[in-house]
Nanobody
Framework: VQLQASGGGLVQAGDSLRLSCVAS????????MGWFRQAPGKEREFVSV????????YYSDSVKGRFTISRDNARNTVYLQMNSLKPEDTAVYYC???????????????????WGQGTQVTVSD
C-alpha cells in the first residue's frame, strides 16, 4: 500500500487546515487510519486515529476539541480537520495504517505498518 498525504501549509494561529491522505492498494476499509506528527527535535507523537472496527475516534489531549478525523472508504481517504491551530501544532504530519482496532494499540506508532511521506504544517503566532 502507498499513502499520500497532502494539505499542509503555512497558516496563522487560529486558522484551519484540512489534511488528506489517500491510500492506494490494500483494502482500505479493513484498516484503522491514524495521524501522527513530529516536530523538530521531538519524537513522533500520536495525534488521532479512526478505528476500522467500530469507527471509534481517538485523539491526543493536545488536539482534542480542535481536530476531527474522518474517513471516506469509497475514496480510500482519511482526513484530519484542524481548527484553532496553535504554534505548538507546527510539525510534519504523517498518516499511517494499522490492522489493530483498540486504542491501547493504536496510540503506538509501532502498531502501524504503512506510513505516508508527511506533510508540513507551520503555524505562526
Amino acid at each position: 500500500v502507498q499513502l499520500q498525504a497532502s494539505g499542509g501549509g503555512l497558516v496563522q494561529a487560529g486558522d484551519s487546515l484540512r489534511l488528506s491522505c489517500v491510500a492506494s492498494g490494500g483494502t482500505f476499509r479493513l484498516y484503522s487510519m491514524g495521524w501522527f506528527r513530529q516536530a523538530p527535535g521531538k519524537e513522533r507523537e500520536f495525534v488521532s486515529v479512526k478505528s476500522y472496527r467500530d469507527r471509534s475516534e481517538y485523539y491526543s489531549d493536545s488536539v482534542k476539541g480542535r481536530f476531527t478525523i474522518s474517513r471516506d472508504n469509497a475514496r480510500n481517504t482519511v482526513y484530519l480537520q484542524m481548527n484553532s491551530l496553535k504554534p505548538e501544532d507546527t510539525a510534519v504530519y504523517y498518516c499511517a495504517r494499522s490492522g489493530y482496532y483498540s486504542f491501547s494499540d493504536l496510540s503506538s506508532a509501532v502498531k502501524y505498518d504503512s506510513w505516508g511521506q508527511g506533510t508540513q504544517v507551520t503555524v505562526s503566532d
